[in-house]
């Protein structure tokens, strides 16, 4: 008898620990959901490699303008001011005064000289011709962590002449058709998926391959009706991923 005794006394400790264990961990469980992201440890947004962007809007369209995928728009072109349909630098980013411009307009000459051979310069340089090419817009800056972004938007007459030239002009699958300075070889890079993308915009983004000299460079390009983008960022070392889906998908979002 005194034997059962010590098994009960014994059982009902067990219990009672179990007991406060599970009210705890209820507790905690409850807090972690009614608490902010940044709130709690690791979960924090700075952490987690995003820049500081700013609030991203569309820009206003011109009285009686649709939207580039509005229903009435069949040409999907883009009727907004396209120096205003680039992305802004994250805070804290020192401006690229080489990609300004004249009046935030691009010469051809400034974006065909990132590419390495010359003649793949000319050869695009007459395919952007032909294509009906209007004007190129431009942005870029260096954050504190020293990544080097640059961002190219460049307006066609059709946006019929815009996707053909998307795909097979720019890139082909596997790899861009023209290559970078910097990135003599690289390979397609699936992370980037339309599930982070705007619905209207398609991507085709490539990471350079090892071993690459100083810099790492990424580069994808976009196709939105009658707009063609190329987003480039490098870094010495590595080039981060998160900021470059990110700023991927912010650009996407004035695109749409």
Do not use: C
Request: glycine share 8%.
């Amino acid at each position: 008898m005194r034997k059962d005794r010590r098994v009960l006394r014994a059982a009902l400790r067990w219990s009672a620990a179990v007991v406060v264990f599970v009210v705890a961990g209820a507790g905690t469980a409850y807090g972690i959901t009614q608490m902010k992201r940044t709130d709690v440890p690791g979960l924090a947004t700075a952490s987690d490699g995003r820049w500081d962007y700013p609030e991203i809007t569309s820009p206003p369209l011109p009285s009686g303008s649709p939207g580039p995928f509005a229903a009435d728009n069949k040409t999907n072109a883009h009727y907004a001011d396209l120096r205003a349909l680039v992305l802004p630098a994250p805070k804290g980013a020192k401006a690229d005064a080489s990609l300004l411009g004249t009046d935030g307009w691009l010469p051809t000459k400034t974006f065909l000289a990132q590419y390495a051979d010359a003649d793949d310069r000319k050869e695009l340089g007459q395919k952007l011709t032909d294509d009906g090419l209007r004007h190129i817009t431009s942005r870029g800056w260096t954050t504190q962590d020293g990544t080097h972004t640059r961002i190219y938007l460049l307006q066609f007459d059709t946006a019929i002449t815009a996707d053909e030239l998307f795909s097979p002009g720019l890139i082909s699958y596997d790899s861009p058709v023209y290559a970078l300075t910097g990135a003599p070889a690289t390979s397609y890079n699936d992370a980037i998926k339309t599930e982070i993308l705007a619905k209207n915009v398609k991507a085709s983004a490539y990471t350079e391959d090892k071993p690459y000299g100083t810099e790492e460079v990424r580069q994808a390009y976009l196709s939105a009706g009658d707009t063609l983008g190329l987003v480039v960022q490098s870094r010495k070392g590595v080039a981060k991923a998160v900021p470059f889906e990110q700023t991927l998908t912010l650009q996407s979002q004035l695109l749409d």
